[in-house]
């Protein structure tokens, strides 16, 4: 019998044919077998093993990518198939619709499966043969594993860490020039598709076409985020690999999150912002000539301009209309960085401005423009003339007449009307004794003017009515004392 079974493989089939002088000879057994009796065997060889066994390890494929193999002491999560040597099955974790989920090296697997997942990396799929001394040996388990049984597990590791993992970051993209890098408190736009381990995606935010916004290191975010996000520079593409204990821990969280899951988030910072900046201004070129005046508040200004994100988005420019753009500055009509930006230079100078978003259009937007953006512009200063104080339509260069009214009745028949009020203006302006504001429609400025004048609104001004702006400001003073 021992010769007949020699070279045998698992699941092989024979019929062994056993002379007398090779069985129980002469004796036989107990009744059983007669004396000189020839035996037939009909064989299936179950399983086979040799006490100098080690665990047997088949590498059925191993990803490209490997960032960690697991080591004695990791947190494991993977699926498995176990079978006897014959092929039988006993045990799959697929039907529980979860991963086995332990540590690796401390006792908690059976001592063939510590030193089979050893080495391995996430996505790898391997075949381990455990001998039963490294497995549940004399005693099997339960009813599904026989004594002395050897066991065969096709495994497919999902994701490992180690409790004592902090967040890795790796740096896929950085742009020339970063200037400034992402601290806590500063508030960040960006892009991110978030992946288990295997490669499973979970979440991305290009899916809403909409970046995720949020203050880091302030709690808003999972810690191990708060983390990999600092440091990070405008348009940099980093990948952060975190831990479950600073993820979503053993409980993860949603249907796509196991729990003790490592997420992997590949992220595009789009921009970030501190609530404290103000508008940065870089000076690209100035005129040759000498600058003896610059911009201020209440100028009016032209000036060409190019609007565009951190990213180099185009979203606005002053060329596609033409003609330069006009504001008054400090009149409300820009936003509240532009109108600064623009303040002290000179005519033909270029700048760079970078807006943050609570000196542009905040955390709503705008129309175009989407909401908490930093804004870069490219401005250019056309022309720029000085504007009126507050409050006023038209300035003298030097004193008004004395008889003003006189001057201003032009048929002298004691009233003012609209034609006779407007032909006196522009007389003004033309002789350079006075100016309207400017950027306005001349006509409508003038006629504002005239409604000012007329009192009483009748249709013309008289003696009484007429009065400077400068004194009806001086009497008010005294109202107020």
């Not at 004396?35 to 037939?40: C, G, R, S, V």
């Not at 890098?181 to 960040?188: K, L, P, T, Y």
């Amino acid at each position: 019998m021992d010769r007949g079974l020699m070279g045998m493989c698992v699941n092989e089939r024979r019929r062994l044919i056993v002379p007398p002088h090779l069985g129980y000879g002469s004796i036989g057994l107990a009744g059983l077998i007669p004396p000189d009796a020839t035996l037939y065997f009909d064989v299936v060889l179950l399983d086979v093993w040799n006490k100098e066994d080690t665990v047997q390890v088949s590498i059925l494929l191993r990803p490209p990518h490997c960032p960690r193999m697991v080591q004695d002491g990791d947190f494991v999560r993977y699926h498995y198939n176990g079978t006897l040597l014959d092929g039988t099955s006993f045990d799959t974790s697929y039907s529980r619709g979860g991963t086995y989920d332990t540590y690796v090296g401390s006792g908690w697997l059976i001592k063939g499966m510590d030193q089979g997942l050893l080495g391995m990396c996430p996505g790898e799929r391997r075949k381990i043969i455990i001998p039963p001394f490294l497995a549940y040996g004399e005693k099997g388990y339960g009813t599904v594993i026989p004594p002395q049984a050897s066991l065969v597990f096709h495994v497919l590791l999902i994701d490992v860490h180690n409790p004592k993992d902090t967040v890795q970051l790796e740096t896929l993209e950085l742009p020339p020039g970063c200037v400034r890098r992402a601290v806590a408190g500063d508030f960040m736009r960006y892009h991110y598709n978030g992946s288990l381990m295997d490669g499973t995606l979970f979440d991305s935010s290009y899916s809403r076409n909409h970046t995720y916004n949020t203050y880091i290191g302030q709690g808003y975010i999972i810690p191990g985020m708060d983390q990999g996000l600092q440091g990070a520079c405008v348009g940099e593409r980093r990948r952060i690999t975190i831990p479950p204990h600073l993820a979503y821990g053993e409980n993860g969280t949603g249907d796509k999150i196991p729990g003790s899951a490592v997420l992997i988030f590949n992220v595009h910072v789009v921009d970030f912002h501190n609530p404290a900046d103000v508008v940065e201004i870089k000076t690209l070129s100035r005129p040759s000539e000498t600058c003896n005046e610059t911009t201020k508040l209440g100028d009016f200004v032209r000036y060409h301009y190019n609007c565009s994100l951190l990213d180099g988005t185009q979203l606005f420019t002053s060329h596609d209309y033409g003609a330069p753009q006009e504001a008054t500055l400090g009149a409300n009509k820009v936003i509240e960085g532009l109108d600064m930006g623009l303040q002290g230079m000179c005519v033909g100078e270029r700048r760079q401005l970078i807006v943050p978003p609570h000196l542009a259009h905040g955390e709503n937007g705008a129309r175009g423009v989407p909401g908490s953006a930093v804004l870069r512009f490219e401005v250019e200063l056309v022309s720029r003339e000085d504007g009126l104080p507050t409050g006023y339509l038209f300035v003298w260069h030097d004193d008004p007449p004395a008889n003003l009214f006189e001057d201003m009745d032009l048929n002298k028949d004691g009233e003012v009307p609209p034609e006779e009020f407007s032909t006196f203006i522009k007389a003004q302006v033309s002789e350079g004794k006075g100016r309207l504001m400017p950027g306005q429609d001349p006509e409508k400025t003038i006629g504002d003017m005239f409604q000012n004048q007329d009192r009483n609104q009748d249709g013309k001004i008289t003696v009484e009515e007429l009065k400077l702006k400068s004194d009806e400001d001086q009497e008010r003073v005294h109202e107020e004392l």
